[in-house]
């Protein structure tokens, strides 16, 4: 698998994001800068987490007009897997390759902590690899994780199993003590309609090193590795 | 000098000034300073910059050791850690902005005690901080501490350092000055190290990062002649912070050192471009010519006086080797930042400042530097609280409940609420993160890991500030050992009141003394810190607080200890001397409501023979979880060792003469708890009596339930909620 | 010449930092408070001296980047000539 | 009745987030823009139908934890009886 791993100005994920891709691909991801207007030939691209343009004015927005975003939305419009993590997730609901927008944590804290997720669907590149209905934790660290979308799109996400990773209790229950930050649905992360676009706030980068954070994000890089080796 | 005012007596006074001092003044320049030369004087002469009511006793500290690469002087210290690689790091405050402003305030103290880390070369690895608050009664504490959290958060999270520590402390001594000092840790190599020492003559000094405006200039300006006619628009403002631009300003300094460009840098801090102009000139026996109208401004129509004093955030200057200035320049666009070219390197020693094409400022650099006024101010010997009399302290009804209520108490309570908002695992390598003794993160790409803690007991420093003094640098030293980790080095923030008051000098005097007495008895030296005097309202000074900051080296995380109890029938030990003090403890603040009595005395000796004791017994697995015994004494280190491994304990108090309650709630210094795995525990004990360490069995771990022999049970989840919910309803009360 | 963007998250669209406002607000005292939204200003300095061309540039600001129509709707004032 | 609160960074205080939008509408391709500032904007929906009333009520609402004087300043405009 080659991959790519976008940075933008205040990118602070993609060292993590790059080890993460190294340490399963055994070969650094191509790190792509902004700026550039050409994306190299790759399996699969990565949006890391970061504060891209310091998240001001609103989360992502300036990083979705940056010149490589018009690559990155042509190639995954044409099926290449490109994973949003965090920021990432928050940029790609920018450019519109995602549904919804990405708001301020009900409790308006930054979170910094482990969390419980349900893996809802096994049907995409980046999920193939868990048991259906896994059970995970994985941490989050955010200021702007609480997803909303109108009705209508919240129905189609859910009716169309695009809804990938859920804040769940420890018994896999979505109950509203689980969300961490108010977002719609407990939804932590979910897919285009063909699937081959996931954006997620948990950090599963953080989550390949018992001596870090645990494993369960291991599967992910791996079940992506296999699919698109 | 062109355009300047007469400088009167008063403009001097409001300047902070003595007349003794401008007498210096006008003598080394033969002449009337400009304005804008009163106020480079000004702020060099200041306590923060020049440190001269408190050189003569920072001279006294330890500095030196085999693994110390660079003691304090420079931006920050720095430690070997093997391998070709070195730790700098440095501590600081940011209380009074802190106070005014708590979000802006705590996030550019971070903000700038990070560019001291990168400035020199390394990579910032992890953030710490060090906080005192007002009483939490008083009705500012909340709105306080909920905006320097933030801040602090906000700072860190958004550069991408995980913030891996720190710790918090309640009392109404704070409550008109809060105090925050921020610490920030770097990973370099040792062989691409960067001094802030200029050299040569003709070379560009170059300025990058944001623009100059009007922020946190002196306030002394407020009044000044120049400013009679003094608009909104001219109005000194407080600094904001920008994260996002120090994320690039890191990124491309760090890319830049790469290169072999740079002769010498240095972040603009405090007194920005007049100290970072000086100070790389001082120190590289050079001198320096500026020409303002190259800075990059944010505002129009800054005077010499605003740019030579603005405190704006973000930016850096750098002397260059001569030629290098295109390559460096195309660094700094790439990452949208202004570079400016605004000045050079001089043979005459002497700081000249021209701007508008008008002289403002021709200086020699030695009377601001080295030639500052340094005073021996008078002191007196601290009052020494009274020894506690033991007969005047009744015993709990019952120990498990005194230990519920300490744990739920402000002084104990969990900080979790505080954490929670600080981004503690970005960079993969938080191995240990914030709730145990020492953090540990791993040094990226190796099997090494940094052991950090942030240190002081101020009721102890206040009762007896030489014996405060020693016990924050030993209680820092037993906190990362604690962990299995060699402490290397520390760095301190000295916070206290009016050095002016013989009393207050006192309280330094024989703080330093302590920290000094430790740091030599332990092998851990002092490589860098800051002082901070003056935290006075009306009059009432803060509890003396010398913040202690220690780093140590782990060779193998994987032989790493914290201190979680491990499994059901793990031996829980004491090793250390009993419980015997209950002077100055928290039993006595928070049960009795008292706090008095001398706080317990430091024994050098015991606490390195045991430190190196428990030291021997991690690096052999010979335990598997360790915990330091400090602020609340040892039922309450088991209860915390209990909580973070969910595993109960069983203990009793086993020597006859002393009651059980002060065995429990004692606050003798230089013990530790560890859990042995089954079967283990003779080895330990024998090995500690071989050695010569105290040690007592204390019980073992199992259950949901903290049990003390003769009283009922409580449970696990009981002391949990204890601990867990003080801070969250009480931040809550901000809403509710 | 200056222009005022006004953007406000749509109805329907919660607000969690109007929310919080509104429970500190009732915290503090203040009774009759009935809701409270918050949203941005951005205030932008043009060059130029034509008022309607300054509105169509600042439309296409506010939908290329200002505003995300999915939570936002905004409101252009121009002023100052 | 509502009211509305805006709330600007006082000039000199340095505005990150403005500065970033105009960087980011220049890149856009967007010429002449001078300068962006960033502030916010609280509506808020009050009881009573007292305008004057009103006003006093939210100026004490904006002092006590709209706006943080150090930094802002505001404005308040009361409309729509
Ligand atoms: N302001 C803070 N920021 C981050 N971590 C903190 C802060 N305050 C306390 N902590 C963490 O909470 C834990 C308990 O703190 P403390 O009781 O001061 O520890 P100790 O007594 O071992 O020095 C430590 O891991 C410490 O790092
Ligand atoms: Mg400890």
């Not at chain 2, 007002?134 to 913030?163: F, M, Q, S, W």
């Not at chain 2, 303002?292 to 080797?321: C, H, N, W």
């Not at chain 2, 530790?672 to 040690?695: E, N, S, T």
Request: net charge negative; glycine share 12%; proline share 6%.
């Amino acid at each position: 698998m080659k991959a790519a791993v976008i940075v933008f100005p205040g990118s602070n994920c993609d060292r993590d994001a790059a080890d993460a891709l190294t340490w399963v691909t055994g070969r650094p991801p191509a790190m792509v800068w902004h700026t550039s207007n050409e994306l190299p030939n790759v399996d699969l691209i990565v949006i890391p987490g970061g504060f891209t343009h310091g998240d001001y004015l609103r989360v992502g927005a300036m990083a979705a007009t940056a010149p490589i975003m018009g690559e990155v939305f042509r190639a995954g419009i044409r099926g290449v897997p490109v994973l949003g993590i965090c920021n990432g997730f928050q940029i790609l609901c920018e450019t519109r390759l995602l549904p919804g927008a990405l708001m301020r944590n009900a409790s308006l804290n930054f979170i910094c902590r482990e969390v419980n997720l349900k893996i809802e669907t096994t049907a995409t590149p980046f999920t193939r690899s868990y048991p259906d209905g896994a059970l995970v934790r994985l941490p989050i660290a955010h200021h702007d994780g609480n997803f909303f979308a109108d009705e209508e799109t919240l129905n189609r996400l859910e009716g169309e199993g695009r809804v990938v990773f859920r804040y769940v209790d420890k018994a896999g229950k979505r109950v509203p003590a689980a969300n961490p930050n108010g977002s719609r649905n407990n939804i932590a992360g979910i897919a285009n309609a063909a699937g081959n676009v996931l954006g997620l706030m948990p950090h599963p980068e953080r989550a390949i090193d018992p001596a870090t954070g645990g494993t369960d994000g291991t599967a992910l890089f791996a079940g992506l590795h296999e699919a698109l080796r | 000098m062109t355009g300047s005012p007469q400088i009167t007596m008063e403009m001097v006074r409001q300047h902070g000034l003595s007349d003794d001092e401008y007498g210096f003044v006008t003598n080394t320049l033969g002449r009337e300073p400009s304005l804008t030369e009163l106020g480079i004087f000004s702020v060099m002469w200041s306590e923060h910059c020049s440190y001269k009511s408190s050189k003569v006793w920072l001279k006294t500290l330890p500095t030196a050791g085999p693994q110390v690469i660079c003691g304090p002087g420079e931006n920050a210290g720095i430690v070997d850690i093997g391998d070709g690689q070195c730790a700098i790091f440095k501590m600081e405050s940011h209380n009074h902005p802190s106070y005014i402003e708590p979000y802006q305030g705590a996030a550019t103290g971070v903000g700038g005690i990070m560019r001291d880390v990168f400035t020199m070369g390394a990579r910032p690895v992890a953030n710490l901080n060090a906080l005192r608050f007002g009483a939490p009664e008083h009705p500012k504490t909340r709105h306080l501490v909920a905006g320097v959290v933030a801040g602090i958060g906000g700072y860190g999270n958004c550069v991408g350092i995980p913030t891996v520590g720190g710790e918090v402390g309640f009392d109404a001594a704070y409550n008109g000055n809060i105090l925050v000092n921020a610490m920030c840790v770097g990973v370099a190599s040792t062989d691409k190290i960067f001094y802030a020492a200029a050299s040569g003559v003709g070379n560009p000094v170059v300025y990058v990062g944001s623009k100059t405006g009007r922020d946190g200039i002196h306030g002394a300006t407020m009044a000044s002649a120049e400013f009679d006619d003094a608009t909104d628009e001219k109005r000194p403002t407080v600094q904001v912070g920008d994260p996002f631009t120090e994320k690039l300003l890191l990124e491309a300094c760090l890319e830049l050192m790469e290169e072999d460009a740079i002769i010498g840098i240095q972040d603009m801090g405090a007194a920005g471009l007049t100290s970072s102009s000086v100070e790389m000139a001082d120190k590289g026996g050079v001198g320096i010519a500026l020409d303002l109208d190259k800075v990059p401004q944010r505002e129009i129509g800054m005077t010499a006086y605003e740019m030579m004093l603005s405190e704006s955030q973000e930016r850096m200057l750098m002397v260059l080797r001569p030629g290098r200035e295109v390559d460096a320049a195309a660094i700094f666009e790439k990452w949208g930042l202004d570079f400016a070219v605004i000045g050079k390197t001089t043979d005459t020693g002497r700081l000249v400042v021209h701007h508008n094409g008008d002289l403002k400022a021709d200086i020699p650099l030695h009377a601001l530097g080295d030639g500052a006024p340094e005073y021996d101010r008078p002191w007196v010997e601290p009052k020494l609280a009274q020894a506690l009399n033991i007969d005047t302290v009744p015993p709990p009804d019952s120990l498990l409940g005194a230990l519920e209520t300490m744990m739920g108490a402000p002084d104990l309570a969990s900080r979790a609420w505080i954490w929670s908002q600080y981004d503690r695992t970005i960079g993969g390598d938080t191995v240990s993160p914030p709730g145990g003794d020492a953090a540990v993160v791993r040094v990226h790409g190796t099997a090494k890991g940094l052991a950090m803690s942030v240190d002081v007991t101020p009721r102890y420093c206040f009762a007896d500030p030489r014996e405060g003094g020693k016990q924050a640098v030993a209680e820092c030293w037993r906190n990362i050992t604690a962990t299995g980790a060699l402490p290397l080095a520390l760095t301190d923030c000295l916070n206290f009141g009016n050095p002016e008051r013989p009393q207050i000098m006192g309280q330094f005097a024989a703080a330093v003394t302590g920290m000094g007495e430790a740091a030599r008895a332990l092998a851990f030296p002092v490589v860098s810190g800051n002082v901070s005097l003056y935290n006075e309202t009306n009059g009432e000074a803060i509890l003396p607080t010398p913040s202690i900051g220690g780093v140590g080296l782990l060779t193998d995380i994987a032989m790493r200890c914290d201190i979680a109890l491990k499994s059901d029938g793990d031996t829980l030990i004491l090793i250390g001397p009993d419980g015997s003090h209950l002077g100055c403890s928290l039993y006595l603040k928070i049960i009795e409501g008292r706090g008095d009595g001398a706080p317990p005395r430091v024994d050098l000796h015991g606490e390195k023979i045991a430190g190196d004791f428990i030291r021997i017994l991690i690096g052999e697995g010979a335990v598997n979880a360790v915990h330091d015994i400090s602020d609340g004494g040892l039922l309450v280190a088991v209860a915390e060792m209990a909580l973070a491994g969910n595993i109960g304990a069983d203990i009793r108090f086993t020597n006859k003469e002393i009651a059980s309650f002060i065995q429990a709630f004692g606050e003798d210094q230089g013990r530790y708890v560890v859990g042995v795995p089954d079967g283990g525990a003779h080895k330990v004990l024998a090995a500690a009596r071989a050695v010569g360490v105290p040690v007592r069995l204390l019980g073992l771990a199992g259950g949901t339930e903290l049990k003390v022999t003769g009283e009922m049970p409580i449970s696990l989840q009981g002391l949990r909620d204890a601990h867990q919910t003080w801070l969250p309803d009480y931040m809550a009360g901000a809403q509710a | 010449m200056k222009a005022v963007v006004k953007i406000r998250l749509k109805s329907g669209v919660l607000d969690p930092q109007g929310k919080a406002t509104q429970n500190a607000l009732e915290a503090l005292g203040f009774s009759g408070v009935n809701g409270v939204r918050q949203g941005k200003i951005i205030e932008i300095e043009l060059e130029g001296t034509d008022a309607g061309a300054a509105r169509e540039d600042v439309d296409r600001m506010a939908q290329a980047l200002l505003a995300n129509s999915v939570i936002e709707s905004y409101e252009i004032e121009i002023d100052g000539q």
